[in-house]
């Protein structure tokens, strides 16, 4: 369990309904933090889809033992930093996806930074994203 | 790793109580436990987060939840020697006693080599 740097760390099965479950693993990080409504909202949002993509693409043979995902959560002096990670077979194009392809530029939109590591050459892929607490406009970098 | 599973791992302080409980009601509701025995489940998460520093090496609480039909099972650790012990003895009330006993439907100790581990069962 590499789970001691982070503030906030939890692992799941790469199933829909445990997305729910890392949003509100993330909401109850956010209740004890001094943020805005708005920022939650952002936060929630963005968690969902980075844990939707786990699901839906990670893991295209189906979940086995290791078919899981990870989502990481730190909060600092004036902003979030939150990973999700899956051990799946990373990023890479696909014109066959069964979603809209909405999901990575929506995440780009509410966070205040946000990278992408992984790819078909490594296993697994890892959303970093940050949010700030004190953004009361919950614009991320959108202005 | 079992479908209806989650591993979490939260630093003790104000964090731990309101991660903690949210996961565990979420679980708790999957396993259609019923209203009381949620809120049992929840409550048994706010005494673990508020009563395990002292009981965990690294200032973190370790939980694995395993949620099956009509009861949760919660397994706290590693902890250090006599942990559970001690997490048990922060969480009794004068007048009430033992928290966690009168929680939970089954409360264990066990050990492996990475240190003892308290087993709670609510359902």
């Known amino acids: 369990m590499d789970d001691d740097v982070f503030d906030v760390w939890l692992r799941v099965p790469a199933r829909p309904e445990n997305v729910a479950l890392a949003r509100q693993a993330l909401a109850g990080l956010c209740e004890a933090l001094p943020t805005s409504p708005k920022v939650l909202a952002d936060v929630k949002l963005a968690v969902t889809e980075a844990c939707t993509n786990c699901v839906v693409h990670a893991y295209p043979n189906g979940l086995g033992e290791d078919a899981v995902f990870e989502v990481e959560a730190d909060p600092g002096e004036n902003e979030l930093l939150v990973i999700v990670r899956d051990y799946g077979r990373g990023i890479s194009p696909n014109t066959e996806s069964p979603g809209l392809g909405l999901g990575l530029p929506l995440i780009a939109a509410l966070s205040r930074t946000v990278e992408f590591r992984g790819g078909t050459a490594v296993s697994g892929t890892e959303v970093i994203m940050s949010f700030g607490l004190d953004d009361d406009l919950g614009d991320g970098n959108r202005g | ?123």
Do not use: H, K
């Open chain 2, 1 to 123: 790793m079992p479908t209806n599973r989650a591993e979490l791992s939260v630093a003790c302080g104000p964090l731990a109580g309101p991660v903690l409980g949210r996961v565990i009601a979420m679980l708790a509701a999957r396993a259609n436990l019923p209203i009381d025995r949620l809120n049992d489940a929840v409550l048994l998460g706010d005494t673990i987060a508020a009563n395990s520093r002292g009981a965990v090496r690294d200032g973190r609480v370790r939980i694995t939840i395993f949620a099956v039909s009509q009861a949760l099972e919660l397994r706290v650790g590693p902890l250090v020697e006599d942990g559970a012990e001690r997490i048990r003895s922060a969480a009794t009330l004068p007048g009430t006693g033992d928290v966690l006993s009168r929680l939970a439907d089954d409360v264990r100790v066990e050990s492996d080599e990475q240190g003892e581990y308290l087993l709670l069962e609510v359902g």
